[in-house]
């Protein structure tokens, strides 16, 4: 649809071919105020949007926008945000197609007040992240520096955003229960930290589109380029959410399904997802306020963020806003529409969303976090030493982490730091390193974990490609260049 | 220890140098009646053994023996039932060996009751079976009679035996329950069918060697050599091992393990494992008394066997008969000294049991049983059927089985044909099939499945290959000859 559409705007006038003209000013149009901008926000009578310099009339492209209504809330206003917010603007084709539309030029030396800007509210973030988009903000440890700590320190966690941060009031939030089809009930901040016992999980949270760059090097993929740092390790201190369920009163077994919707949203509804009763019954899935010891951060969801150990980021919930036990999993279009488990078979326009079961767990995952890739080594040094991480989903333990430096000929086993944790409830990062001997080290050196169900890595990225690049966990290789 | 043994014999004068001889009457020597061999079973006086027709005085080797006191079990009686149990025997310096202790011929017409044979009490089992030993018992069908059924019949399901099978009298079998450490109960077969709800659970049962065949031709290992078929899916019936644990009291939070003790035995003592408290506690952990609603055959445990959904069959004890509480896993040598998460690195003189977890969740498996290898096709027909069977460990269902005609550049999605369960408790197989046109068989088709974490099955052996040929799940690949 998206193809066609973009094949539709042959037709229409091309005030502009040039793409690097979008969003300058142009001399030959008339100029606009803000408050002249702002009255043209009418569906049906006439839409304006901003896009840096440029003033469009997108009226006739309203309804043919392939990301529904969510044009809309750039109506009136600055579309910058938006577009950087989804990838798919960043095409030439689409850039041309948008100056088709252009009217006219923002009057000079007029500003967008910060209100237009849905991100302006966003916290600052470390200066230490490699920051992959600013609106949403997605941004990542270097990998070196992802291993320095088993508990990584709040400030230094991956911050995995799909839309703006929520501005709460801890005073006056409210956290909503549907627990049967005519039953609502809400408890405030204050009650969710008096009413139930409090207790804390260590768990790893790693985001499906971890090492996405790669899967990027194999075959074009859609999502943030993470490099392997899309992954942290923290202690969660809250509330179960089975203790808030039974104080409803007894489940009806027909409800299979708990939805949650948060507080970040966008015009088509909030973000939200849904998790199997009996995950959500599990004594560690809690109602989280507290990381690592301190208040949660807004980043991560403050007040109240789900913890749902083993499941992949997408199902830890931040900025809870409401939780419904249900027959059936979430509609919303963040849990229908997305993270689910593609095949290398499918692609953007034959996928079948219905057919493809949602991500909740993950497959066994490690990462070479140093040296970094493409660095050299000094081969008067009788061993290099390699440091990483490995994870697997589901509360599965890493067993074994093993090095090869001739592609799988042979391994080298590495010393494992592990975490204490239970068989069934290992939801903790295990740290490992190992000493290879300079004169072994031809080119590339490769690792994979071994999780306590047996399960490996695959040796190639291909056999697992798939065109969202999600679950990305071939062996991990770089390439050492000796000196 | 052994090869230092085998060594050792070189002082031993060899009676007989010719390993054919092994057990043969030889004619030089004397001849001994049943009655006279019998007197000679004391260690520390004087040992003798029958093999085949040959006396063997085994006194001075008892102590040496690396199968430790088991040897007693045949002393004054024959050890032919027994070296068929123990793979390790059939090489010819063993027979060497044994020859090299002759001291006689088993009197012509001479006989030995059936009492002597450990192994005379088993069942009869169905003809279809490919038996890999008989004594103990381990037989599996063709592959290509597995997927007939999505329900194994019983008389069709893999027997892995590991002694003989136990002759129990229902009237007087009684289940023990040690749950503290001065405390102790018994249970009849009358209680346990009567004082708990009796529940179904649908689950297919795998052994951790299975595909150990193929395993073999990357590198000798140790065990039964399983074609793929050491699988079978049934409906077990009984009761909830949580109801018996919860009857006898509050179970104090230091039994973090499960102990089971089974009525097969060897002079070492019962066989035997533990499983985890949490996994123990589960809804779907059984005690059952019924296998596809029929009374539970010998050979599958008759008259109670424990069914643990998602783990490996030897953790699935049959003819239980004691119940441990613990602190500690179970101390028998069946769980201490094999079934564990083994490196291609370990072999059995340098592998460290304490340092590799037991193998209690399984990797992902498919097998393609039909065509069955090596067979021919008519490049004629249009396409040809593919047909087989896909599991997962751990309660993790098959979300898409592919085949591949040219080792994994392009895949073919098949058709799956899935049990209904919930997700985390996906304890069945999936069975799938596909048609491929003839014209795309080269030689070589291969066949990968998916689960519901993203694990995919490894695509070399040679990445997963251990001494002992556990969890063997790269892809399954058969060649097939064109005509």
Not at 319 to 330: D, F, G, N, P, Q
Not at 373 to 395: L, W
Request: charged residues 25%.
């Amino acid at each position: 649809m998206w193809r066609k559409l973009l094949a539709g705007t042959a037709v229409i006038s091309m005030k502009s071919a040039k793409c690097s003209d979008s969003g300058m000013a142009t001399n030959d149009l008339p100029e606009y105020t803000w408050d002249e901008i702002k009255t043209h926000k009418t569906p049906g009578k006439s839409v304006w949007i901003v896009m840096g310099k440029g003033v469009y009339d997108i009226t006739r492209f309203v309804e043919m926008h392939p990301g529904g209504d969510k044009i809309l809330l750039a109506a009136g206003s600055s579309a910058d945000a938006f577009w950087n917010l989804y990838r798919i603007h960043k095409q030439d084709k689409v850039k041309d197609m948008l100056e088709s539309f252009r009217i006219g030029n923002l009057k000079g030396g007029e500003k967008l007040e910060a209100l237009n800007d849905p991100f302006s509210g966003d916290p600052n973030r470390s200066t230490h992240f490699i920051a992959h988009t600013e609106k949403a903000y997605n941004g990542e440890l270097p990998n070196d520096l992802l291993t320095e700590k088993i508990l990584t320190p709040n400030t230094e966690f991956f911050v995995r955003n799909h839309l703006p941060v929520p501005v709460v009031d801890e005073n006056t939030y409210e956290l909503e229960l549907v627990f049967e089809d005519d039953k609502c009930t809400s408890f405030n901040l204050k009650d969710l930290k008096s009413k139930f016992p409090i207790v804390s999980v260590e768990s790893s949270i790693q985001c499906a589109g971890n090492r996405r760059f790669e899967a990027n090097q194999q075959g074009v993929t859609r999502g943030v380029e993470w490099r392997g740092g899309a992954i942290g390790n923290a202690v969660w201190t809250g509330i179960r959410l089975r203790d808030i369920l039974k104080h409803l009163g007894e489940i009806n077994p027909e409800y299979k399904h708990v939805q949650i919707e948060a507080l970040d949203t966008d015009p088509n509804g909030p973000f939200g997802t849904s998790i199997p009763i009996e995950k959500a019954m599990d004594s560690d899935t809690i109602l989280a306020f507290e990381m690592n010891g301190e208040t949660l951060p807004r980043d991560h969801g403050f007040p109240v963020r789900l913890i749902v150990p083993g499941y992949v980021g997408v199902r830890n919930i931040k900025w809870v806003k409401r939780i419904t036990l249900s027959t059936s999993e979430s509609p919303l279009i963040w849990h229908k529409r997305d993270y689910r488990l593609f095949s290398p078979n499918d692609s953007l326009g034959n996928v079948n969303f219905e057919e493809r079961e949602p991500v909740y767990d993950m497959p066994v995952q490690s990462v070479i976090c140093s040296p970094i890739d493409s660095t050299s080594f000094d081969s008067k040094n009788e061993n290099v030493n390699f440091k990483g991480f490995a994870y697997s989903g589901g509360g599965r333990g890493i067993v074994r982490v093993e090095l090869t430096t001739d592609h799988g000929e042979s391994w080298i086993e590495a010393q494992l730091e592990k975490r204490q944790q239970r068989l069934g409830r290992r939801w903790s990062w295990a740290f490992w390193n190992a000493n290879i001997p300079s004169s072994d080290i031809e080119k590339e050196v490769c690792v994979r974990a071994v999780d306590d169900a047996g399960h490996g890595q695959p040796e190639s990225l291909k056999s697992i490609w798939n065109y969202r690049g999600l679950l990305t966990n071939s062996w991990h290789c770089i390439h050492l260049i000796r000196k």
